[in-house]
């Protein structure tokens, strides 16, 4: 079992995976020119097999494949938390090991939700203890956005949860102020909350979350990154101005159009988006133009390299 020791404040992005057009196959290169790109930035880190990750269309070795290619691009300091949920207990131990072994330094457990009606709390609570015991990294839990096929946790599991030695913090990606502000309060001093809603960072980490790990960010990293040193330096002005700019990105890209409305974003900014994997499919034209409008009014096109 790891030290729980680890430092999550700030803005962490959660990477989407370019795939090559030909073939289907991930694209190293494009994905390693996209992380540098970020990295240009102060974000803390990134999540790699998030839901913004087309995580659950990534097999094991294209994981492992992804997770080195960020270990060689991550500047020193940088951490690399990766996504390994998966519906048996067995099964997210392996991937854990696995995510550890190719240099994860923290790995992201989404909840088993397929038998959704049997995960009760003292289920969940055995799960994830299970996977904390067997993991040689930090764990964090995830809240999915509730919008996808998922189940939420009650708060008072999150709070016996906290407790464990080796689980560090939770993404909560539900976009509710105050219920991530609920589990601040319900959790052990040294547990980190972390936002998944880009909409909300600023009022999140000024209400006592450490950071968040958001979409947002991809699109406008600096933005990001500004915003979540604002609020651990008490700029809370700043952090506001900047916090209204791009939320709406969050709540018409993110969340609106999700990872296709995401990945051709990117392509409009300089960076190596494309398509998802099918069944995802890439936005219509008309939608396209959409997304460049959205873009335009937050003043993130002025800068694509594009």
Known sequence: MADRKIDLRGAFLPVVTPFQSETGDVDTAAFEANLARWFDHPISGILIAGSTGESVFLDERERGTLIGAASDVAPEGAKVIVGTGMESTRHTIHMTKQAAQAGADAVLVSPPAYFK?????????????AIAEASPVPVLIYQVPLRLSTLEFSTGLIGKLSEHPNIVGIKDSRGQLDLALELVSATSSDFQVMVGSGAILAPAMQGGCTGGIVAVGLMAPAEAADIASACLEGREDYAAELQARIAPVHQKIVGGM???????????????????????????????EVIRGILDEADLLSLASV
């Open 258 to 288: 999700g990872v296709p409305g995401v990945k051709a974003a990117l392509d409009m900014l300089g960076y190596s988006g494309g398509a998802p994997r099918p069944p995802l499919h890439s936005p219509s034209d008309d939608r396209i």
């Open 117 to 129: 009606g049997a995960m009760s709390d003292e289920a969940l609570a055995a799960h994830f203890a």
